[in-house]
C-alpha cells in the first residue's frame, strides 16, 4: 500500500512536472514568434517608409490597395503570406493626389 502510494504520488509529480515544461514551453514560443512578428512589422514598415515615392503619392502596402479594391480573397491570402502588413499605416493619396491621413488595413476594410 505504502509502494502504491509513493508511486502514485511520483507519478502525480512527474505529471505536473511535465505540465510545467509544456506551458513553460508554449509561453517561450508565443514569446519567440511576438519577437519575430515584431521584427517582421519593424522590416516591413521600415521597407514601406523608405519607398521613393513622391510625397503626396498613394503610400500603401499591396494589403491596403487590395482592401480598397475589395479583393478579399487575395487579401486573404496576403494577410497570410504577409501577417506584418497588416500593422503598417498606409497614406492613400486623396482625390487631389496629396495624402490626406494614415490609416491602418482595418480601418479601410471598415468603410467596406
Not at 519567440?32 to 502596402?61: C, H, I, L, P, Y
Not at 491596403?64 to 498606409?90: G, M, T, Y
Request: with cysteine; hydrophobic share 30%.
Amino acid at each position: 500500500n505504502n509502494i502504491a502510494s509513493s508511486i502514485k504520488d511520483h507519478s502525480h509529480t512527474t505529471h505536473t512536472s511535465v505540465d510545467h515544461l509544456n506551458v513553460d514551453q508554449k509561453a517561450m514560443e508565443i514569446s519567440m514568434q511576438e519577437t519575430r512578428n515584431e521584427s517582421e512589422v519593424a522590416k516591413t514598415q521600415s521597407t514601406f517608409n523608405s519607398d521613393s515615392a513622391r510625397d503626396g503619392a498613394d503610400k500603401s502596402t499591396q494589403l491596403f490597395k487590395l482592401i480598397e479594391e475589395q479583393n478579399w480573397i487575395q487579401c486573404r491570402l496576403r494577410l497570410r503570406d504577409h501577417p506584418a502588413e497588416a500593422s503598417v499605416w498606409s497614406s492613400p493619396a486623396g482625390n487631389n493626389g496629396y495624402t490626406k491621413i494614415k490609416l491602418l488595413p482595418i480601418h479601410e476594410a471598415c468603410k467596406h
